[in-house]
């Protein structure tokens, strides 16, 4: 079975600092992708980066890095330079791939960042 | 916008009755998911469909049901609702091959009283 831990509930940042949110996963599929999604205050889910598992350098978008482990079995997220607007709830999520018309997503509990002008 | 489509935003009902909840999949998306937020469960996936056809069911009661159809748009029927069925619903779709992401709708928030 697959399995997402998000082990902090809440962080606080700095604006302008970076943050790294945590993420381990389990599964004994190989092949797996692995995503962050961000959920504001209005509900929509945001999709924000993702990591294959064979996908040798680290997935970044813009300001959103992932932190790829693969021994470790982590996904963690990096923000750079927080904004105010990047106060959300951040999910983790994993899926694996084993037959076509892919597979639902499993998610983490979510951390809730606080960005601190 | 992510592309993907669902209405209502809101829906407000009382225990007992039934609600259909609407989905339309990004342009080309063959993969429609269903997931329940609630508070004390989290993010759970309810159930799948992969061109009309159901592909995965998760965690959905044996009161919810939802459909696929031709033109690949999706509904998802609650009945006999029950207090603990007030939840933020999201419709998600994807392409349906391959690890992509999926994409997800704004959600309709059900309110049982």
């Known amino acids: 079975a697959q399995k997402i831990t998000q082990t902090q509930p809440g962080m606080f940042v700095q604006e302008k600092e970076a943050v790294t949110l945590d993420c381990t996963y389990d599964?004994?599929?190989?092949?797996?992708?692995l995503f962050w999604y961000k959920q504001p205050s209005s509900g929509e889910m945001i999709f924000l980066i993702y990591?294959?598992?064979?996908?040798?350098q680290n997935a970044t978008e813009g300001r959103y890095s992932l932190n790829f482990q693969k021994a470790r079995k982590s996904a963690n997220l990096v923000i750079s330079a927080s904004q105010l607007g990047d106060s959300a709830m951040y999910f983790c999520a994993m899926r694996t791939a084993i037959v076509e018309g892919n597979t639902p997503l499993v998610f983490g509990k979510g951390t809730r960042l606080s960005v601190i002008a | 916008d992510s592309g993907v489509t669902q209405t209502p935003k809101h829906l407000i009902t009382a225990t007992g009755q039934r609600v259909t909840l609407r989905c339309s999949p990004r342009?080309?998306?063959?993969?429609v998911y269903w997931y329940q937020q609630s508070l004390d469960q989290g993010l759970q996936f309810l159930i799948q469909?992969?061109?009309?056809?159901?592909?995965a069911k998760g965690n959905i009661l044996e009161r919810f049901s939802a459909q696929q159809f031709p033109d690949l748009h999706s509904e998802l029927n609650l009945s006999s609702l029950e207090l603990g069925d007030s939840a933020l619903y999201f419709c998600?779709?994807?392409?349906?091959?391959?690890?992509?992401?999926?994409?997800f709708g704004p959600g309709t928030r059900l309110t049982v009283t």
């Open positions: 990591q294959g598992s064979y996908d040798e």
């Open positions: 342009s080309g998306d063959l993969s």
């Open positions: 599964t004994s599929d190989q092949s797996y992708g």
């Open positions: 469909y992969y061109n009309g056809e159901e592909r």
């Open positions: 998600a779709s994807s392409v349906g091959s391959g690890l992509g992401e999926q994409y």
